[in-house]
């Protein structure tokens, strides 16, 4: 979860680099409680997962079949409840026209044309999609600011194709079966042992993480080969492929240039409630020493999918044609520029509707300082999401919505932004909610 906040923070920094032409009129959040368009899809849902668990009782034995259809059980009423929860967009627009891109891979790629897919949009605005096992692909509607066209989102989904085609998530399903045997083994020999049994059981814990984190960055290898092998046989720019992998480099590492000190005296100093300078007292953490702090996990060797450096590499030497630049397809751009307006219109209220109270507030500053055509939208949604920060103050649970002060691991902007926050009083609070929610 923290590091999803800081992948927010980092995106929220990468819409301000380039702002776009957004609605001039006042813009109404999706709705994402569209019951009858979700109801219908967890019953086709449903209906495919009950296909899918007869498909793997019929290809593997019966311990097998029984430990990967539990898990899919599991995972899917975990996912069905995210679906009824409202955390996935059904609005026909971004539905269709996603559906639309993908019609347009399958179309050139006869291996394809056959296959089953579906697709669900999330409301996570991070650089991300993913591929479950029953061949439906989350497309997270972050892609559609991140990524600069359709080429791009085309090369995405392809990826995410080949995942499916070479059924990853099956394939790891079964390594995980009979992992989960040796490890047993593993376990038990440990017991035997007399000294050093917890760095010992640290080291088995350590390789596991460090194998399954190769396993997972090869298979993200094997679709890059074989998205691009689908990819290459539609109209979209063979470079736009690799610049969607750009992008996701870029985005690895970008530097959060953050709030300034000048917007909290900008957007809190109120008519009933002079700004106090006492609000910006950082915690003095220099006397701290960082160089003792030593990790036991290298989260690098864990991470399953490898350096955006390493793919785009890789993809320059097995497909040097993505070496020269060339003007993208995008056959919709106008549809598209208008998915992209909305992806970003839309963070704030999806960061508001996941109860990340605080966060909203952090990229309501950050847009307010530097979108001036939508002012008033973010200025209300910085009322609402004060309000719920004072109501969270009040009744003893503001932990749950605003972080505690990590310089580890967090940029000093927003570390500044928590301390400002930590420093504020109930009634303080409450002036700023009522300010905003009035005004």
Not at 381 to 398: D, P
């Amino acid at each position: 979860m923290f590091r999803k906040k800081l992948q927010i923070i980092s995106l929220c920094i990468y819409f301000l680099f380039w702002l776009p032409t957004v609605f001039s009129q006042k813009y109404t959040p999706l709705d994402t409680t569209k019951h009858e368009k979700k109801n219908l899809f967890l019953k086709e849902f449903e209906i495919d997962n009950e296909l899918y668990l007869k498909e793997i009782k019929s290809k593997y034995d019966s311990k097998l079949a029984k430990y990967i259809s539990s898990s899919f059980n599991e995972f899917s009423k975990e996912f069905g409840d995210q679906i009824k929860k409202g955390n996935f967009i059904f609005e026909d627009e971004i539905v269709q026209y996603s559906y639309g891109v993908l019609e347009e891979i399958k179309k050139n790629n006869p291996k394809l044309k056959n296959t089953k897919f579906k697709i669900l949009i999330s409301k996570s605005h991070s650089l991300n999609a993913f591929c479950l096992s029953n061949g439906t692909f989350v497309l997270n509607l972050g892609l559609f600011y991140w990524l600069n066209n359709e080429d791009q989102l085309a090369g995405v989904l392809s990826h995410e194709i080949a995942h499916k085609m070479m059924e990853h998530s099956l394939k790891k399903k079964e390594l995980d079966f009979h992992e989960e045997k040796d490890v047993k083994q593993s376990i038990s020999k440990l017991k035997k042992e007399k000294y050093n049994i917890s760095d010992k059981a640290l080291t088995l814990f350590r390789e596991r993480l460090y194998e399954n984190g190769n396993k997972a960055k090869k298979q993200e290898l094997e679709a890059d080969s074989l998205g691009y092998a689908f990819y290459r046989n539609t109209n979209y720019s063979k470079s736009e492929y690799l610049s969607a992998l750009k992008l996701m480099q870029r985005y690895d590492s970008i530097k959060p240039i953050g709030l300034s000190v000048a917007a909290y005296k900008k957007f809190f100093d109120l008519p009933n409630q002079p700004f106090n300078d006492k609000w910006l007292q950082k915690e003095d953490f220099s006397n701290y020493d960082y160089s003792k702090f030593t990790e036991k996990i290298n989260m690098d060797s864990v991470a399953s999918h490898p350096e955006a450096e390493t793919r785009i590499s890789r993809i320059l030497t097995l497909f040097p044609e993505t070496k020269t630049e060339t003007k993208a397809y995008n056959p919709n751009k106008e549809m598209y520029e208008k998915l992209s307006k909305i992806a970003y219109l839309e963070t704030v209220p999806n960061l508001y509707f996941n109860e990340e109270y605080g966060f909203s507030i952090y990229a309501s500053l950050l847009y307010l300082e530097k979108d001036e055509k939508n002012n008033e939208y973010f200025r209300d949604w910085l009322g609402k999401s004060f309000q719920k920060i004072y109501e969270a103050r009040k009744n003893y649970t503001l932990n749950r919505y605003l972080d505690r002060i990590s310089p580890k691991e967090q940029s000093e902007s927003y570390q500044q932004f928590l301390s400002f926050m930590w420093n504020l009083k109930l009634d303080e609070i409450k002036k700023i909610a009522d300010f905003y929610t009035k005004n």
